[in-house]
């Protein structure tokens, strides 16, 4: 287990799996990215921090992770994985996410160029781009499923 030694979250209990070390080797304020592992019910997890975090949490089942994931104050892109075609009905359809940007087997940082772009809640209400944006006056989503064993980034980005 790791405390965060300053800000907020000085009582915050949760555990860094990997990474978490300030990078000071350069000007401005950086650290690398991190996996965290923590309670859903944390209300870190619900704050938008701009930083290379990605927080995984134990959920019971697809019904506590529509609720957790529809909880947040913002809305623009949300991802589950999973090989069950339920769930993925589940999440994508009318009581699933409100995310502006719903996708299963991929991360969510980025959208298909062609997909209509925009969030829901606090970040957004609309959609710019692709050939739905005439339909604005619509609550839409952009759905991406990955059928494969790979993840793929979003335009087939590779990092190496």
Same mark, same amino acid.
């Given at each position: 287990?790791?405390?965060?030694?300053?800000?907020? !979250?000085?009582?915050?209990?949760? #555990?860094?799996?990997? /990474?978490? &070390?300030?990078?000071?080797?350069?000007?401005?304020?950086?650290? %690398?990215?991190?996996? $965290? %592992?923590? *309670?859903?019910?944390? =209300?870190?997890? &619900?704050? =938008?921090?701009?930083?290379?975090?990605?927080? $995984?949490? #134990?959920?019971?089942?697809?019904? =506590?992770?529509?609720? +957790?994931?529809?909880? $947040?104050?913002?809305?623009?892109?949300? *991802?589950?994985?999973?090989?069950?075609?339920?769930? $993925? +009905?589940? !999440?994508?359809?009318? *009581?699933?996410?409100?995310?502006?940007?719903?996708?299963?087997?991929?991360?969510?940082?980025?959208? =298909?160029?062609?997909?209509?772009?925009?969030? %829901?809640?606090?970040?957004?209400?609309?959609?710019?781009?692709?050939?739905?944006?005439?339909?604005?006056?619509?609550?839409?989503?952009?759905?991406?499923?990955?059928?494969?064993?790979?993840?793929?980034?979003?335009?087939?980005?590779? +990092? /190496?």
């Amino acid at each position: 287990s790791a405390r965060v030694s300053s800000g907020p !979250w000085l009582s915050l209990s949760c #555990k860094i799996l990997i /990474g978490g &070390k300030v990078l000071s080797d350069r000007p401005g304020n950086w650290v %690398e990215p991190t996996i $965290v %592992e923590i *309670s859903p019910s944390a =209300e870190i997890v &619900k704050t =938008e921090l701009f930083v290379p975090i990605l927080y $995984v949490m #134990k959920i019971s089942g697809m019904e =506590e992770a529509i609720t +957790f994931n529809n909880s $947040v104050p913002q809305g623009l892109s949300s *991802s589950v994985f999973t090989k069950n075609m339920q769930n $993925v +009905f589940k !999440w994508t359809g009318p *009581s699933g996410s409100d995310c502006g940007i719903v996708n299963v087997n991929i991360p969510t940082n980025g959208a =298909e160029i062609g997909g209509a772009f925009g969030g %829901e809640k606090e970040t957004g209400g609309g959609r710019e781009s692709g050939s739905d944006s005439w339909k604005q006056y619509m609550r839409r989503i952009t759905c991406t499923i990955n059928y494969g064993d790979a993840l793929p980034l979003a335009q087939g980005i590779q +990092f /190496g």
